[in-house]
């Protein structure tokens, strides 16, 4: 009687383990065709993290078997050490920023950054070279001699400056050189401690609108022909207008240039999932724009413009459909 109960007890316990490896196998089969994508993005109040997020559920809801989350970061170049650490595998980053990583330049440099791809390139963000009507500056040569505050000390910013000043011809050494960051070159234009300020963000800046509140600014306006040269030695960037009237009181039409934000993805990305994520994305813009009202500039015509490093080979495909 005992025998055949510890038999029969042997039969179940065997059962039990076949059904157990069979649901294993199935939940490691599932697990498999899982896709996990790490997005970086930027700070919550900032415009990269909703931009993100509205990637990250695009992916969710239009790829099979994705899961896709965005996480709060330092921004571009945390970012970029994050791509390439591995800790992420896509990223909103700036194309300038971008195009020193992987040249190995500027904050960069001695660190070239092999692993980046790009995705796409998706709204403008314009270098302004904001200072108060009072000063007299019209044009980027008005700059010698005056206090200029070029952003923080190896920021970009600080080398949108440093490159725009040198078509001119102008160097650090013709100039009273301010290492201030966004927040404080605003008061310092306020306050009469700067002549001029560099700020490369989308326009309208909230900051200059502020200062726009209170005094008369205006924005210096490059040459064409200089911008052309910019863009011809650094491509990064492209040429823009920001319209008369963007700022109160201030009516003139200003060129200048803007780098562009621009999503990244690393070289373990491969073409077929590259395609699917491009494709997802730019055929749900409307979800983006939902996100954020800077999604409105975000097109699949201007999606390589501006686009600094080898391309993801699905993504290009796709651009090339």
Request: charged share 20%.
């Amino acid at each position: 009687m005992k025998a055949k109960f510890f038999s029969k007890l042997t039969l179940l316990s065997a059962l039990l383990v076949m059904i157990i490896a069979v649901v294993a196998g199935c939940g490691g089969e599932q697990q498999a065709d899982k896709k996990f994508l790490n997005i970086a993005t930027g700070g919550t109040a900032g415009t990269y993290y909703p931009i993100g997020g509205a990637m990250a559920e695009i992916l969710n809801n239009e790829i099979a078997g994705m899961n896709a989350s965005a996480q709060s970061t330092g921004a571009t170049v945390a970012n970029i050490n994050m791509l390439n650490e591995g800790s992420v595998d896509m990223a909103i980053v700036q194309n300038d920023i971008t195009y020193y990583a992987a040249n190995g330049v500027e904050m960069f440099k001695d660190k070239k950054v092999d692993c980046l791809k790009g995705i796409a390139t998706l709204y403008p963000e314009t270098c302004q070279i904001v200072t108060l009507e009072s000063t007299g500056i019209k044009n980027v040569a008005d700059l010698k001699g005056k206090r200029v505050a070029v952003g923080a000390m190896g920021s970009g910013v600080e080398a949108n400056a440093r490159q725009i000043m040198e078509a001119y011809g102008i160097t650090y050494d013709d100039i009273d050189v301010q290492y201030l960051s966004f927040a404080e070159a605003a008061s310092a234009l306020k306050d009469g401690n700067v002549d001029v300020a560099f700020v490369t963000a989308g326009y309208p800046t909230a900051a200059i609108q502020d200062i726009a509140s209170q005094n008369k600014v205006r924005l210096v306006s490059l040459d064409s022909a200089k911008a052309d040269e910019l863009i011809a030695k650094y491509p990064f960037y492209t040429k823009i207008t920001v319209p008369a009237g963007t700022y109160a009181g201030f009516d003139e039409d200003v060129t200048t240039v803007s780098v562009m934000a621009m999503l990244v993805c690393t070289d373990k990305v491969d073409a077929a999932l590259g395609y699917d994520i491009t494709k997802a994305i730019f055929t749900h813009l409307d979800r983006i724009q939902a996100a954020h009202a800077v999604g409105k500039l975000i097109t699949k015509e201007g999606a390589v413009k501006g686009m600094p490093i080898e391309m993801n080979a699905g993504a290009d495909k796709f651009f090339k459909e």
